[in-house]
């Protein structure tokens, strides 16, 4: 009897090492397939979870507007006053909703090219009125013209037919208007071939976001989605070999096993430029966990305290010598009119921006960008890109609509918030799909390594007892 019992003794321990082993031996074999099959799927290719997801979003993205409307446009004219705004909004747009075009591969180089549609379709339901809601605005032709046309003789000429078209310093414009393009009364009249339709995103609809090339991380999983060539706005090819600014991914993924230390680098075409967000918290969305990513407010920093940036500062009057920070001239790419771009209600700016303009309240949680990343994929799940259009306007002598102006101003038009989550259906099958094998399979190797030391320790504790009892 004695033997057997240390006989079944031993042989319970051996198979609680064999267990503990096994688990042990699983967690490496476990994390190699788990990294296999990640790296399977993430490459953008037929017949993988990320293409499919790529080539048409399967999240709902909405691009909300707050429209800064003046109040007091005759006073600002006159006695070159401080701009009394009111924030009008949200006033929603469905975008992102077709799917990418002239999808082509190139398994020599490992890369993909593309374009992406643009198309928005207004939401009532999620607005506060109607695409025909009315502001009062800067004049954005009246405004650009001193930057364009810098030469005092053609501002005079300019002005007969700014005062013929009974045009001014702002405007009344409707919402539809304002975002998509309305035809100018003032360049209708000017006698030489330029664009008369404009507007802060003309034009939009049934146009498409250039052509990007991205490798598809068939050679090299860390490359994936990253961009390799852009072909898009006027001007942006000269500039970004100057500035290098095509870095990073549109955005939409990265490449996988995201780590809390990286930086994410993104491109927006919006903004003309590459932009990058760096680790803020940790999340649970709809079950799965994320890693939140945020730009930071050093990404608006001056080039004085951010030499990146010194592709946008263009002036040394404006800029105040490149000490400006908070916004950023992106005028090089588009066509030389005078458009920053800033953080929500001047967010993380210098003081001297808000000064001379009125109702102004930066808040953070409101107006600050995101990416919930999930980690092992690099899928964002959910984001919120929130940036403000700005127009320089400037005194101009030769034309009377601005001639009163004592000071520059850097006037807000709108601001936007572009969101998008994962929606329900998607989560489930994410979490199906991927959270839930990588955690089951963690937890059988966590649940195998655990019993196998327990029975280990449990039947050596009894053998020794069982010696020791042997032995008196």
């Known amino acids: 009897m004695g033997c057997n019992r240390n006989c079944g003794l031993i042989a319970g321990a051996v198979i609680g090492a064999v267990l503990a082993v096994f688990g042990g031996i699983l967690m490496p074999v476990g994390d190699m397939l788990i990294e296999k099959t990640i790296k399977k799927e993430v490459v953008l290719e037929e017949g993988t979870i990320a293409f499919k997801n790529w080539v048409k979003t399967g999240t709902d993205v909405y691009r909300q507007f707050w429209i800064f409307d003046v109040q007091n446009p005759d006073e600002v004219t006159v006695n070159s006053s401080k701009i009394k705004v009111k924030q009008r909004g949200p006033y929603t747009y469905r975008v992102r909703y077709l799917a990418k075009e002239n999808i082509t591969q190139d398994p020599e180089t490992h890369t993909v090219s593309f374009l992406q549609p643009n198309g928005a379709i207004f939401e009532p339901s999620l607005s506060v009125g109607t695409e025909d809601d009315t502001f009062t605005i800067l004049n954005l032709a009246v405004a650009a013209a001193p930057q364009l046309y810098p030469n005092t003789f053609m501002q005079g000429i300019l002005n007969s037919f700014i005062k013929k078209s009974k045009s001014s310093m702002f405007q009344n414009r409707t919402l539809k208007e304002l975002l998509w393009g309305y035809t100018d009364p003032f360049l209708n009249l000017v006698p030489y071939p330029i664009t008369t339709t404009i507007g802060v995103f003309y034009p939009y609809n049934n146009t498409a976001d250039g052509i990007y090339k991205v490798f598809n991380g068939k050679d090299d999983i860390s490359k994936v989605a990253i961009i390799d060539t852009y072909k898009g706005r006027k001007?942006?090819?000269?500039?970004?070999?100057?500035?290098?600014?095509?870095?990073?991914?549109?955005?939409?993924?990265?490449?996988?096993?995201?780590?809390?230390?990286?930086?994410?680098?993104?491109?927006?075409?919006?903004?003309?430029?590459?932009?990058?967000?760096?680790?803020?918290?940790?999340?649970?969305?709809?079950?799965?966990?994320?890693?939140?990513?945020?730009?930071?407010?050093?990404?608006?920093?001056?080039?004085?305290?951010?030499?990146?940036?010194?592709?946008?500062?263009?002036?040394?009057i404006i800029s105040k010598n490149c000490t400006l920070y908070g916004v950023l001239d992106i005028g090089k790419c588009k066509e030389g009119k005078p458009v920053y771009i800033s953080l929500p209600h001047f967010l993380h700016g210098s003081p001297e921006l808000a000064e001379p303009i009125e109702s102004l309240s930066p808040n953070e949680e409101e107006h600050s960008t995101y990416l919930d990343v999930e980690p092992i994929t690099g899928f964002t799940l959910r984001f919120a890109k929130r940036l403000q259009v700005n127009m320089l306007v400037k005194p101009a002598k030769k034309i009377e609509a601005l001639k009163n102006l004592k000071h520059n101003y850097i006037v807000p038009i709108l601001w936007l918030n572009e969101t998008g989550t994962i929606g329900d259906e998607k989560a489930e099958m994410f979490r199906n799909q991927v959270t839930g094998k990588i955690n089951l399979l963690g937890l059988v190797e966590i649940v195998l390594l655990s019993v196998g030391v327990v029975m280990f320790i449990a039947f050596m504790i009894s053998y020794c007892a069982c010696r020791s009892k042997r032995v008196n």
């Open 235 to 316: 001007n942006l090819s000269y500039w970004s070999s100057y500035c290098d600014l095509i870095n990073g991914t549109d955005a939409a993924s990265f490449p996988p096993f995201v780590e809390k230390t990286r930086v994410l680098q993104f491109f927006s075409s919006d903004i003309c430029r590459s932009i990058y967000a760096v680790f803020g918290a940790e999340i649970n969305l709809k079950g799965i966990p994320v890693y939140r990513f945020i730009l930071p407010s050093f990404a608006f920093a001056s080039p004085f305290q951010n030499p990146d940036n010194h592709c946008f500062c263009t002036e040394k």
